[in-house]
């Protein structure tokens, strides 16, 4: 790896781009002096953005490109036809090796296929996961797969838990995760015919410690470090875990302002209250990785702003300086050697 980490940053995808994106780009230059960004799209508005602040220019590559994916376009066609958009352009610098890891905001469909037809899988991994950390009461949880593979097989679950574990051991350093499925109940009999098949093949993997199943309403109380699943199951987890904080957080402050007595009570409240917030604020653990490819590949929100690009810049300098797709190539090639 060279001196500095080179990360691709897809300036023109999602709702807030380039505005917001180059903002976060900025932020994290700011704050590790370690990291060049190599800025992908159309140079004349990336170059009006970067205008507004102060960096140092040797730190940021502007690549040109002239097309975006948008989010409503076959994800195949858009990344096959799309060879001069933003988000394959970064695909290309991790392919290439120019850039160890990239960031986008765009098309989570044509993030996908560009992770598997472009950038391609480490060999042995069968299905790279979609792996977001959730927050929980105990601090923060992985749950693989929210997105990627929907029909996923009980040897991918497997493997899910296997990458979640060595990701979850370097980035968070708990030496021994505790690994759960997600199921309907706590008992080994209970579930689908995929957690049922899945249950006994996680219970004799040795290089886990798997701890059973895992109940939905269980995951916020941090009841696993490590929280598998097939990516329906994931993705309902991951929106819901969103829809219900944005509510409560309105709820919550409509109730503050609902009289002067409480308009004082929350000014009271407020320090305390912020610092508890800001722990379920998901936009502070950055974006999700697709674990398991050539090289780290980070999706946030489409309607991500400059905080949550900021801090999937720095997530990705954490996982390469934790050589984390080191220790996944390694513990797939003893798998396959056996």
């Known amino acids: ?17 380039p505005e917001e ?11 590790s002096p370690e990291i060049k960004l190599f800025l992908c799209g159309r140079e004349d508005d990336i170059r009006a953005e970067l205008s507004k602040y102060s960096y140092d220019v040797n730190r940021i590559e502007i690549v040109h490109a002239t097309e975006i994916i948008g989010m409503d376009e076959p994800p195949v066609m858009a990344v096959r036809n799309k060879k001069d958009s933003s988000l394959v352009k970064c695909m290309y610098l991790v392919k290439e090796g120019k850039c160890d890891a990239l960031v986008t905001a765009g098309s989570t469909g044509a993030f996908l296929v560009g992770g598997q037809i472009i950038v391609g899988r480490i060999k042995g991994v069968e299905r790279p996961p979609l792996a977001p950390f959730i927050p929980t009461a105990t601090g923060r949880a992985l749950l693989l797969d929210c997105g990627a593979n929907v029909d996923a097989r009980p040897t991918q679950l497997v493997q899910f838990a296997k990458i979640g574990s060595a990701y979850v051991k370097k980035v968070c350093g708990i030496n021994n ?17 995929l957690v049922k098949e899945t249950f006994p093949l996680l219970k004799a993997t040795p ?11 269980d995951i916020p109380y941090g009841a696993a470090d490590v929280v598998v ?9 991951l929106k819901m875990y969103e829809g219900v904080g944005t509510v409560l957080l309105k709820s919550i402050k409509d109730a503050f302002m609902s009289s002067g007595r409480s308009k004082i009570g929350a000014l009271l409240a407020k320090p305390a209250l912020k610092k508890t917030l800001k722990q379920y604020d998901t936009d502070q653990y950055g974006g999700a990785p697709l674990l398991g490819c050539n090289g780290l590949l980070v999706k946030t929100h489409g309607s991500s702003k400059a905080v949550s690009i900021n801090n999937s810049i720095l997530q990705c300098k954490t996982f390469i300086e934790n050589n984390i797709n080191d220790d996944i190539r390694e513990m797939f090639s003893v798998s396959m050697d056996i």
Do not use: H, Q, W, Y
């Open 1 to 17: 790896m060279s001196d500095s980490i080179n990360i691709a940053l897809d300036a023109m995808g999602g709702d807030n781009a």
């Open 21 to 31: 994106i180059i903002k976060g780009a900025v932020s994290a230059l700011e704050t």
């Open 177 to 193: 995760p505790r690994v759960g499925i997600v199921n309907i109940g706590a008992e080994e009999e209970k579930g689908n015919a």
């Open 207 to 217: 290089e886990i410690n798997f701890i059973g199943s895992v109940e939905a309403r």
């Open 229 to 237: 699943c097939e990516a329906f199951v994931g993705n309902v987890i």
